[in-house]
């Protein structure tokens, strides 16, 4: 099951967005980045202005009634990065370890597919790291291309996220 999140969902997305990107993240850098990025990122006052931001969707997804991940989706100005077109950015699929291999990131990718086909959206794109090799072969399995790469900082190390789109034209 999926479900739009709502400004009482706060806690719940608090815990979820620190346990997914914990457990992501945290093999592949350093204790002191990943903690100090940890203690700024996923701030209850953080996250409520993003779920208070009208471009920005929230949804989480459920597995046999327990809560396995969740998604950010942006448009317009609360994308992470300036798109050309009509754009949306997938700026965050995180699934629990426990509950991967379940078919959750694509039901979470078909969330994304109807809020772009609903938003009248020309264009999908995302930022991933480029150590993240599972997460950069499913989205090549979806049909998403890199076209660019910026930086981005895990505490004082620069590390390198790769930019994919995928048209929904034609």
């Avoid at 967005?17 to 993240?25: G, L, M, P, R, V």
């Avoid at 990131?105 to 994304?112: A, E, I, S, Y």
């Avoid at 399995?141 to 620069?158: N, P, S």
Wanted: net charge negative; hydrophobic share 35%.
């Amino acid at each position: 099951m999926i479900r739009q999140c709502t400004i009482e969902d706060l806690s719940e997305l608090k815990e979820i967005s620190y346990a997914t990107f914990d457990e992501t993240f945290r093999p592949q850098n350093e204790k002191e980045n990943i903690d100090a990025y940890l203690s700024t990122a996923f701030t209850s006052g953080k996250l409520l202005k993003e779920l208070e931001n009208p471009h920005s969707y929230f949804y989480f997804i459920y597995y046999q009634n327990s809560l396995a991940g969740y998604l950010k989706v942006n448009i317009e100005d609360a994308q992470t990065e300036k798109m050309k077109g009509n754009s949306l950015e997938i700026e965050r699929i995180y699934v629990l370890d426990k509950f991967q291999k379940q078919g959750l990131g694509k039901q979470l990718f078909n969330q994304v597919l109807d809020l772009a086909q609903e938003l009248n959206r020309e264009k999908i794109w995302l930022g991933v790291w480029e150590k993240n090799t599972n997460a950069i072969r499913f989205y090549e399995k979806l049909g998403f291309l890199q076209i660019d790469e910026h930086a981005f900082y895990m505490g004082d190390d620069r590390q390198i996220d790769i930019i994919m789109s995928k048209s929904l034209k034609g």
